[in-house]
């Protein structure tokens, strides 16, 4: 016989584990399906519980058991007496089905198991791997060493908005002092910010939404699969506005060596500088007066006139703090 | 300890597959895969103890090899009825899927090919990640190619780089360690033996890379980017700045020290400055959107670029 009840680790929650497996092959072991009163008799852990205890515990393990994906059949052996019900893991939806990954993809793996920084998405991901090594399949990591990239998901309604656009379903929450049902579309992440693109059923329209200002928790407001998608140009149209934009021409003057990143992918010009300045043609983005003030006396605005107007006003603010 | 039930059963799932594929595993190492603690290990071993087919005969039962185990070996046996573990979860494929996106922003030529096949397998499993995406701004593969290269032969490399804070153009040789994100941008991270110190470089404002046959030397291990080293440095100094709300965005981009809101739409920020040359952009940036500079001399050189832009402009 083997001992006891486990060391200090166990307890209730380890005979919970325990029970819980035990249960898992026993319903993936039989061939039919199982009656509750035959897993009553043949699962160790619900063995000399009462009547109702059993029926209590047998159901929350069998919920918890689905929640995890094992995959709980529901039947009945018996033609004439379906009201028979018993239960039934088959092997073929249970099990990982055969993957074939090579080398170099399993090194990919392997980094992009570490990747997320959120907790709930670090555990699911290395859950994953840990389900591929169990399949023999070991990712080489040093292969990619050099490799580090890290996503933060720290924004209160990530996980909800997640799973809804995973899921296609309805989130309800709070955003600019209303609160709001969205059909999300698509979840984003744009320089390390997340932002949900949907469609805003309060207002009858596509939006964007940027998860750290949602005001309330997310909610899910409609059962898994209830949204429809609209035209992909639509979603593309939203994610091309969340870009800062860069398309208004502007010409200025940049002093030799300095501003190499706005430079580098632009034309230069023919114009009246000042010494030590070159002439640039280059594309500016909405607060293109705040961009240019950036460099300071780096760069200098030449055209368009009102580009020169609004610089020089914002700089004298500045100047003015003096 | 949190460690509830409903993990545990979904890590024996995966734990006895394992184990059958991987004979006589090391503790330690096993642990660490699992992302558990030895002691944690050793009470799923014991749980393990108790299972195995309906009967409960002790031939019936799992075993575990408990002498091997005392000397940091897990040998498990009788378990063939789980010689392979539970498919994957929706959330699981796609939490690797989404990450592999990441990734793939940041791969060069040869590692961004693997990404890619990777993900369609994983997607052809369940659909919907393609409605998850994270964008990086990585600069050119070709650099991150080069910088992979010398990282793997140990080489130090000479950059050139477009400074953010200086405007110019420098070329500093570094001994480069790893490829890393923060806040959607990739850097490079590297040690810079003329600052003594370890350093990061945006990967999209590295204009080049030399490769050169210098071995790098010992330094360590490089500081994790996004534990917020970068804020910690230090040499830093506290400065606040009261913001009108065309200013707040700047808290969305920049770690601050505080944030508190005073009456009439104005907002107090406390940041920590370790260049006064970004501190002085910032502020040129701002401009009209900061009422108050504290302390004022903060603002000085700010206000000197500005008078210096402002005269060639007259001119």
């Known amino acids: 016989m083997r001992g006891t009840t486990p060391g200090s680790l166990g307890g209730v ?14 319903l993936l072991m039989a061939r039919r399906f199982v009656e509750r009163e035959q897993i009553r008799t043949l699962v160790e852990g ?3 519980l009462s009547q109702a205890t059993f029926e209590r515990t047998f159901e929350r393990d069998k919920d ?9 059949e529901t039947g009945s052996n018996n033609p004439l007496f379906p009201d028979e019900v018993g239960y039934r893991i088959r092997r073929r939806d249970f099990e990982l089905p055969p993957l074939e990954f090579d080398a170099g993809e399993l090194a990919a793996l392997g980094v992009a198991s570490g990747v997320w920084d959120s907790a709930r998405l670090a555990e699911r991901a290395t859950q994953a791997v840990a389900k591929l090594r169990a399949s023999g399949l070991d990712p080489d990591a040093s292969r990619v060493a050099a490799f580090a990239p890290s996503v933060a998901a720290h924004e209160p309604g990530f996980e909800v908005l997640w799973q809804a656009t995973l899921e296609q379903r309805p989130v309800a929450f709070r955003y600019r002092s209303r609160p709001r049902v969205v059909e999300p579309w698509r979840l984003t992440s744009r320089t390390g910010a997340w932002y949900l693109i949907g469609l805003d059923r309060t207002r009858g329209e596509g939006r964007s939404f940027k998860l750290s200002r949602l005001e309330s928790e997310a909610r899910f407001a409609g059962d898994p699969g209830t949204i429809a998608l609209p035209d992909p140009d639509v979603v593309a149209a939203h994610l091309a506005s969340l870009e800062a934009r860069r398309d208004a021409p502007a010409l200025v003057a940049v002093r030799e060596g300095a501003a190499g990143d706005l430079i580098r992918f632009a034309e230069p010009a023919d ?12 594309e500016l983005g909405r607060d293109a007066a705040g961009d240019l003030a950036w460099y300071g006396a780096d760069v200098l605005p030449l055209d368009p006139p009102e580009l020169v107007a609004a610089v020089r006003a914002h700089l004298e603010a500045v100047a003015a703090w003096a | 300890m949190g460690m509830t039930s409903a993990a545990q059963v979904t890590r024996l799932l995966a734990l006895v597959p394992y184990l059958q594929a991987h004979p006589d ?10 992302g558990v603690s030895t002691r944690q290990l050793v009470a799923d071993l014991n749980v393990l103890w108790f299972c195995g087919l309906p009967g409960g005969l002790p ?19 009788n378990a063939e009825f789980l010689a392979r573990p539970l498919r994957f979860t929706m959330e699981e494929a796609t939490s690797l899927a989404v990450a592999l996106r990441a990734l ?11 990404v890619r096949s990777a993900r369609a397998k994983l997607e052809s499993l369940f659909g919907g990640a393609e409605r998850i995406d994270v964008s990086v701004s990585a600069g050119e593969e070709n650099v991150r190619g080069r910088l992979a290269e010398a990282i793997e032969a140990g080489v130090a490399v000479e950059l050139m780089y477009h400074g953010a804070s200086r405007g110019s153009v420098t070329q500093p040789v570094v001994d480069p360690v790893q490829l890393a994100t923060r806040d959607g941008y990739g850097y490079l991270v590297a040690w810079a033996p003329e600052r003594d110190g370890w350093r990061t470089y945006r990967l999209d404002r590295i204009g080049g890379v030399r490769v050169t046959d210098q071995p790098v030397g010992e330094h360590g291990e490089a500081p994790a980017l996004a534990s917020g080293w970068l804020d910690e440095r230090p040499d830093a100094a506290r400065v606040t700045l009261d913001l009108t709300a065309a200013g707040r965005w700047i808290v ?3 770690p601050t020290v505080s944030v508190e809101r005073l009456p009439g739409q104005v907002w107090r920020v406390e940041l920590l400055v370790a260049d006064p040359a970004w501190l002085r952009r910032l502020l040129l940036r701002l401009g009209p959107a900061v009422v108050r500079v504290d302390p004022p001399e903060a603002a000085t050189s700010a206000v000197d670029a500005a008078r210096e832009a402002l005269a060639l402009l007259r001119a």
Not at chain 1, 13 to 26: D, F, G, P, Y
Not at chain 1, 64 to 72: F, I, K, Q
Request: proline fraction near 2%.
């Open chain 1, 13 to 26: 929650s380890a005979r919970k584990s325990e029970r819980i497996l035990n249960l898992t092959i026993c």
């Open chain 1, 46 to 48: 619900y063995q000399g």
């Open chain 1, 64 to 72: 918890e058991l689905r929640a995890l994906g094992v995959p709980v």
């Open chain 1, 271 to 282: 114009a009246r500088v000042p010494e030590g300045y070159r002439a640039w043609r280059v």
């Open chain 2, 25 to 34: 595993a090391d503790l330690a190492a096993t642990a660490a895969t699992f």
């Open chain 2, 59 to 77: 031939g019936d039962l799992i075993e575990v090899d408990m002498d091997a185990l005392d000397a940091g070996r897990i040998r498990l046996s």
């Open chain 2, 104 to 114: 793939e922003e940041m791969a060069d030529a040869e590692l961004a090919g693997s």
């Open chain 2, 252 to 254: 969305e981009y920049h």
